[in-house]
């Protein structure tokens, strides 16, 4: 009994998070001291050492001695995170911990760890505050096995900060616009392939999905995929991508597994690695004639401070697609969803559009639609209501820091701390009215608003809190790319709304929409069939 209260100890202390350790403590202790015993004896022994160390662990949890132990949560969910692991894997994680919110309060406890609903101030206090905040160990996944850390696993502020310029100068004002000839380009390669289908079924979903890719091939890498012109993903780049980011999401939630991250044959993830390898090495080696994202950290006067190496440039370049790709496909997806779901919000939006391009004019000027409002509104609602990043990122209370007090709560040091950021866009608090719909008009400004209802009520009576609108995270490590994805989506909700109209199949039930969707850290999705009809003259 004392070599697994030993072992139980040195997990509560240290939770060590080495393979070797885990294999002393849970396979050496045991089988060292039933050495002498027959085989099946000692595997009784392996089995028993195991049980007690996770029954301790379950009475601890459980105990009042535990120090989120006032803190209310779901009775699986305290035992351990494994639960959460299996909710990942069933894929509406964001929405059990959304009910267990409204079942328990704004501060839940899963495991060792706090989810904060509503507390938008817990995640800006929290995220700005250097001191004890840090990433949980979970990152460690973000390194290579070369050794190079992608910039959202840098745990060191200072150097994370370096890491971050050449993605800052890379979405300057001006560098946004050396993309503007990419975007131009690959839109309208997207519009022409759609009207070679006009009036056929397609899945939208996997076109936005191509587009999106073959976009970040040429502003990371100045490099043709090749998917939009090929109607598919011949190389199977989206579904290794997507197979990484699955396997990434289960792990999250058992840190202590994150070690053997490294040991799982995830074949995907590292062709991904080496794909991007390739395009960065090929990139730099023959130059580009476009303005891209890899020249702020290859050839940029500003480059050589980050101080990165070429290791952790390929590592950021396979960044950029993981990180820029199917978050930004998922948002457009999405905005078509709520333009079938509700016509008279698309008819809306598109008299904006017409009325801004009226014949003659091209849509795709950069210029203008950043000044649309319900272009802007809708976006922003389809961000809010599905944001492609549900899910709570992680940060953990730093060891040795004594723990922290954050908007009067205690959290202990080594506490994981989530905010997840489809609860927090729902809560009425910070959105209302109907803070589950979906209702573009929370975003214009004007002195009385006509609900769906055809209820009219005065700006005193919405509550549209824009710092609590986070679908791009928060503080020093939020989104790099925040500013590109913004122009992106602009541009193509804009000149696909010009030149087509969207149906729904009459087979297809729209509520499998939602029901599809994945939460995977990133929301991965099913499919959107849709009918495209092109407008008259456009
Ligand atoms: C709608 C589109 C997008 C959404 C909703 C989104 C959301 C996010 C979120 C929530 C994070 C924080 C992750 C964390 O804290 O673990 C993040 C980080 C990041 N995103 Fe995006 N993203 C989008 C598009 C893009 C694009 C187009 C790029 C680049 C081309 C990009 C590059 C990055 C990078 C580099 C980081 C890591 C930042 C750091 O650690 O400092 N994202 N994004």
């Not at 040195?10 to 393979?19: A, D, L, S």
Request: hydrophobic share 40%.
């Amino acid at each position: 009994m004392r070599r697994v209260q030993a072992c139980y100890l040195i997990y509560k202390q240290f939770e060590p998070n080495h393979p070797s350790i885990h294999a002393v403590l849970l396979l050496g202790m045991p089988v060292l001291l039933a050495r002498q015993l027959p085989v099946l004896q000692q595997i009784g022994a392996v089995a028993s050492h195991w049980g007690l160390i996770l029954a301790l662990t379950a009475l601890y949890r459980r105990s009042p001695f535990h120090p989120l132990a006032k803190f209310p949560g779901p009775t699986l969910g305290k035992l351990s995170k494994i639960y959460v692991a299996y909710l990942t894997a069933r894929g509406d994680l964001y929405r059990v911990i959304e009910s267990w919110h409204e079942q328990y309060g704004d501060v839940i406890r899963i495991g060792s760890c706090m989810f904060g609903w509503g507390l938008i101030q817990l995640w800006s206090s929290f995220c700005l505050a250097a001191g004890p905040n840090e990433l949980t160990f979970y990152y460690d996944t973000r390194l290579n096995p070369e050794g190079d850390f992608q910039l959202d696993g840098i745990r060191d502020f200072s150097v994370h900060a370096a890491r971050r310029k050449p993605w800052a100068r890379a979405m300057s004002s001006a560098a946004l616009k050396g993309y503007e000839p990419i975007l131009q380009m690959k839109t309208l390669e997207l519009m022409e392939e759609l009207s070679k289908r006009h009036r056929e079924k397609i899945d939208i979903s996997h076109w936005t999905n191509l587009f999106s890719f073959d976009v970040l091939g040429h502003v990371a890498f100045d490099r043709e995929l090749g998917l939009v012109k090929s109607g598919e993903d011949s190389d199977g780049l989206i579904h290794i991508v997507e197979g990484g980011v699955y396997a990434g999401a289960l792990i999250s939630h058992v840190l202590w597994m994150v070690p053997f991250f490294k040991y799982i044959p995830a074949k995907g993830l590292r062709a991904v690695q080496l794909l991007a390898a390739s395009y960065v090495q090929e990139r730099t080696s023959k130059g580009s004639k476009s303005k891209d994202l890899s020249r702020f950290f290859t050839e940029d006067e500003g480059a050589a401070q980050s101080g990165a190496t070429m290791g952790e440039i390929t590592a950021d370049g396979m960044l950029a697609i993981i990180a820029g790709s199917d978050t930004t496909s998922t948002m457009l997806t999405n905005l078509w969803y709520f333009m079938l779901r509700h016509p008279e919000y698309a008819e809306r939006l598109r008299k904006e559009i017409d009325l801004t391009f009226p014949p003659g004019e091209d849509p795709l000027d950069f210029s203008r639609h950043a000044d649309m409002p319900y272009l802007n509104a809708c976006i922003n609602e389809t961000l809010r209501v599905l944001p492609p990043a549900p899910g709570g990122l992680q940060r953990t209370v730093k060891r040795g820091s004594g723990g922290a007090t954050i908007c009067s709560y205690f959290v202990p040091e080594c506490t994981q701390v989530s905010v997840p950021i489809f609860s927090v866009h729902r809560d009425s608090r910070e959105f209302s009215p109907l803070p589950d719909d979906f209702w573009p008009d929370r975003w214009l400004t004007q002195d009385s608003y006509v609900l769906p209802n055809g209820d009219v009520i005065g700006k005193e009576q919405v509550i549209t809190n824009r710092g609590a609108f986070i679908p791009f995270s928060f503080g020093p490590q939020n989104c790099a790319g925040r500013a590109l994805a913004m122009v992106e989506m602009r541009a193509v909700a804009c000149v696909m709304m010009h030149k087509f109209e969207l149906r729904k199949p009459k087979e297809y039930d729209l509520n499998q929409w939602e029901k599809d969707m994945w939460d995977a850290l990133i929301m991965l999705r099913g499919k959107l069939p849709v009918i495209l009809e092109q407008r008259q003259g456009h």
